[in-house]
């Protein structure tokens, strides 16, 4: 038996080697391994890294770690890195990775602008077999392909992607941009819609949608509609956490209109312009557009549709034509204004606001713009309480306010060149852009696709043309075409030589705000581009035409355009209220026939008594009508304005328009549109 002091030094011997032993082994389990590729994860390793472990890889895996470098490739807009590396995959794949490859694949073709390509690959995509993250990645592309346009694939995209974010500010951006979409969608579209029994969200959805268009013009009934809609759908997304645009409403507040600074310019070249708006104003304050209203005394003479108007002559119509054309610091924005021959108004759409009620109690001071800057009229409106402010009107004075301190609310009576968006700040003009951009939408809206503009050769023709093209192509138009034309001596040596007008043109080039593309996994997919058309020969593809042009120069244009074009192909004409002036006989209405033109409801057999009293007031100069039918809207938009600028889709039927706001409270019109007919001017169907 040994003695226990050998034992014990030969366990001291050997716990040395046993601790060394554990110490490798512990060694070896957490030395460098080989990592593995999860081609259904994201790629947060860069490319260079993930090549490296293609490169060291076998075959077992090697796909796996090039489909991981071709999502970093992506990532990192190393495109036709990515190509080559997408080009040199196997052709057996499985199932897993070739999931994957499509989803790659398909992001690849946008990153080409080749959307149908994607579109193609998406539908082979079996998502039930994805894993959250290309899920995710999946439901992106599904909306990059669409291109923003709303649509029912779109809404069912981002009801489908709103489970799989966490973070709530991803969700937040989800709800908002589902409701973006939800508004943008036309009445036909959500009547023409097919949903699936299951599809409870989206029913939410829509059925919110109805809630808000119902109300959307009262804020207290659509605040208790919203309510009611949260206890009907607890389980909506949009029932947790409310879409930003509506979740203002809960805090709504009706604006002060108390006392209102009205800043106009009482003297020099725009005083005349000044002094109409500021009449319109005061009668809608102070009742007179209900007098107007009333019935007309039997003795009082009746008016014929599409009779002759007096033989007047109004004010230079390039000049009395907007506020922001009188003066040359104004920079000459807007068509000319005329005399109608009154059709029957249009229909309009239903849930808009009337005219504002007159009222007594709200005190109107008027300041004037032509004797100090325009930062001391504010400061001085301020301090004489003034709650809110209408003005200023010409453009210059209009393009400082973006950069001036002041709390109060303006409802500029002008647009800048660039807009930004303020908290109190909206703009209201008059303008041709305003009226291109409408022409744009009544144009599509009556299915055509391939639309030519003539207009001036001079800025006002350069103008015209971008705001329409920009517009054009935000609806999903290709390129329109512009063909400029010169002076009426030029349009008369062109008629007597018999060349007349052919209905070709040049693609606009608006360069308008880049789209934006549409992040995936970090990476940021640029906005398909549309390709400028080829320059169009005769009126084999035009199928539309928008002409800016006065009453003389369309005198000569549409006899031109017959002379190139025979009857069997002539093409829809459309023109601008620049044509549509003081003293057309029923000779000129005869040469017109077929035309469709738009004007301010005022001038289109809206309001006939009113009409009948603006006119008198101004002498028949329908220049300074229009702009007394601004400072009725302006009266009205004062009136609403909170609600125009913290509730989208808010409406007015004003007397220049339908009038709405955009997300930078710019105001848009939707005007009426009316035609000649057999020497008649009725409502254009």
């Not at 035309?595 to 101004?618: C, H, R, T």
């Amino acid at each position: 038996m040994l003695p226990s002091k050998v034992i014990h030094n030969k366990a001291g011997r050997c716990m040395p080697v046993l601790l060394a032993a554990l110490l490798f082994a512990g060694c070896t389990s957490q030395g460098p391994q080989t990592p593995t590729a999860n081609v259904q994860g994201a790629a947060t390793g860069t490319s260079d890294y993930y090549l490296q472990q293609m490169q060291q890889s076998s075959d077992d895996n090697k796909v796996d770690w090039q489909l991981l470098a071709i999502k970093a490739l992506l990532n990192e807009g190393k495109f036709p890195q990515a190509n080559d590396q997408f080009s040199s995959l196997p052709q057996t794949l499985n199932d897993t990775q070739r999931q994957e490859a499509l989803l790659l694949e398909a992001q690849l073709k946008l990153t080409q602008q080749d959307v149908k390509g994607a579109t193609d690959l998406l539908k082979q995509v079996d998502v039930a077999s994805l894993a959250k993250e290309q899920q995710s990645r999946f439901y992106q592309l599904q909306i990059a392909v669409n291109q923003g346009r709303p649509s029912l694939e779109v809404l069912r995209a981002y009801i489908a992607q709103e489970p799989l974010l966490t973070n709530p500010a991803d969700k937040q951006k989800n709800i908002d941009v589902t409701w973006q979409t939800l508004v943008q969608l036309t009445p036909d579209q959500v009547n023409n819609m097919v949903i699936n029994a299951d599809e409870n969200i989206l029913q939410g959805w829509l059925d919110l949608l109805s809630v808000y268009r119902a109300n959307s013009n009262d804020p207290d009934m659509l605040k208790a509609g919203l309510s009611d809609w949260q206890t009907r759908y607890p389980n909506n997304p949009a029932a947790k956490m409310l879409p930003t645009a509506l979740s203002q409403v809960q805090n709504f507040q009706q604006s002060s209109t108390g006392k209102i600074a009205l800043l106009l310019p009482l003297s020099g070249q725009a005083q005349v312009f000044a002094n109409a708006i500021q009449k319109g104003f005061n009668d809608a304050k102070n009742g007179v557009l209900a007098q107007a209203a009333a019935p007309a005394p039997t003795d009082a003479p009746a008016t014929t549709e599409g009779a002759p108007q007096p033989d007047t002559n109004p004010a230079d119509p390039a000049a009395a034509v907007s506020p922001s054309a009188a003066p040359t610091e104004a920079n000459s924005n807007a068509a000319a204004e005329s005399t109608p021959a009154q059709p029957q108004p249009a229909a309009q759409p239903a849930n808009v606001a009337d005219t504002a009620p007159p009222s007594s109690a709200t005190q109107v001071q008027v300041y004037d713009t032509s004797t100090q800057p325009v930062d001391q009229v504010l400061a001085q409106a301020q301090r004489d309480g003034a709650t809110l402010v209408v003005g200023p009107l010409i453009k210059s004075e209009v393009e400082k306010l973006a950069s001036l301190q002041t709390p109060l609310n303006i409802l500029a009576l002008n647009e800048p060149e660039s807009v930004q968006n303020h908290p109190n700040l909206c703009y209201f003009a008059l303008s041709p852009e305003d009226e291109a951009r409408d022409a744009a939408h009544h144009m599509w809206d009556q299915g055509k696709r391939s639309p030519l503009l003539l207009v001036p050769r001079s800025s006002l023709g350069d103008r015209v043309s971008k705001a329409f093209a920009s517009e054009w192509q935000k609806l999903g138009g290709n390129a329109a075409l512009q063909q400029q034309f010169g002076s009426v001596g030029e349009l008369k040596q062109g008629i007597n030589s018999g060349a007349g007008l052919r209905l070709t043109g040049t693609p606009i080039t608006p360069q308008p705000e880049q789209p934006q593309g549409v992040s995936i996994a970090g990476l940021t997919i640029p906005a398909p581009v549309q390709e400028p058309a080829a320059t169009s020969g005769e009126s084999g593809s035009v199928d539309a035409v928008y002409i800016v042009a006065t009453q003389n120069e369309m005198e000569l244009i549409k006899p031109m355009i017959s002379m190139r074009v025979s009857s069997r192909n002539m093409v829809q004409m459309y023109a601008s209220s620049r044509s549509y002036q003081a003293g057309a006989g029923p000779d000129y209405r005869l040469e017109m026939d077929g035309l469709q033109f738009s004007d301010a409801p005022l001038l289109s057999g809206a309001n006939p008594a009113l009409m009948q009293q603006a006119a008198k007031n101004f002498n028949n100069d329908y220049s300074l009508v229009r702009l007394y039918a601004m400072g009725v809207d302006a009266w009205t938009l004062a009136n609403h304005f909170n609600e125009m600028r913290q509730l989208p889709g808010f409406q007015i039927k004003g007397e220049t328009g339908n009038l709405s706001a955009s997300q930078e409270c710019v105001i848009n019109r939707k005007l009426t549109w009316s035609q000649y007919r057999q020497g008649q001017i009725v409502p254009a169907t």
